[in-house]
């Protein structure tokens, strides 16, 4: 089955620890994306990549950073910067970014919580 | 700039009754527009699309307008069942490349 998985689905790390957050697409996707869900909000974006090799800044991107060295892996690394990253966290993905007519596809999501 | 007003939730329902959850956003040109619903714990799934002006989304009983005039995009069900409780979120297409804006959602409780 295609699709795209996250692990672990609950994380937990102490204060000042960094923590990285796997996302894996096997839709042979060109763009991938981050976001972050608090309770009562919407979506924010953290980072995106229309491409390998390539990724740029969302709207709240500090304290964290990404990598995208493979077409289907797109990990985020939640750094001791970030101030609260108790969070929901969800990697998304769609097949053309250019297309702004494709939607995007989601992962379960990983919820982190800082201790 | 861009931006994605819903109506506030918990939105409480009987089954059978009828759901209507408002969007309006504010956009330059003409956004592709996306409702996404959200089941516990789960990530974001596409509900319905619509692309241009006055085109109708559609699917599982819920239907969206495109209303440029308006600016809205207000999504509806004639007749709710308790597995639609889930959070429900509008979102326009406000970039080239495709950036979604997500409004804060609206929690949906059908009960039986």
């Known amino acids: 089955d295609g699709g795209i998985t996250q692990s672990p689905k609950y994380l937990f790390r102490k204060e000042g620890q960094n923590v990285t957050l796997s996302c894996e697409q096997n839709?042979?996707?060109?763009?991938m994306y981050w976001y972050r869900q608090d309770p009562g909000q919407g979506l924010r974006l953290i980072y995106y990549s229309q491409i390998v090799n390539d990724f740029q800044k969302g709207d709240i991107a500090e304290g964290y950073s990404v990598s995208r060295e493979k077409k289907e892996s797109f990990p985020l690394t939640v750094t001791s910067a970030q101030k609260n990253p108790t969070a929901f966290y969800l990697c998304?993905?769609?097949?053309?970014?250019?297309?702004?007519?494709?939607?995007?596809?989601f992962g379960p999501g990983t919820r982190l919580t800082v201790l | 700039g861009d931006s994605v007003t819903q109506m506030e939730g918990p939105v409480t329902l009987s089954e059978e009754a009828f759901l209507t959850i408002n969007c309006t956003y504010t956009?330059?040109?003409?956004?592709?527009l996306f409702w996404y619903v959200q089941y516990p714990g789960e990530g974001l799934q596409l509900l319905l699309k619509?692309?241009?002006?006055?085109d109708k989304g559609s699917n599982k009983g819920f239907e969206a307008t495109y209303r440029k005039e308006t600016t809205s995009f207000h999504l509806e069900k004639g007749s709710v069942q308790v597995s639609d409780s889930a959070v429900y979120f509008c979102?326009?297409?406000?970039?080239?490349?495709?950036?979604?804006?997500f409004g804060a959602g609206t929690q949906v409780v059908v009960t039986p």
């Open positions: 619509a692309t241009k002006a006055d």
């Open positions: 998304a993905s769609s097949p053309d970014p250019a297309d702004r007519d494709n939607e995007q596809f």
């Open positions: 956009a330059t040109g003409y956004p592709s």
């Open positions: 839709l042979n996707h060109d763009a």
């Open positions: 979102a326009p297409v406000t970039d080239s490349w495709g950036k979604l804006q």
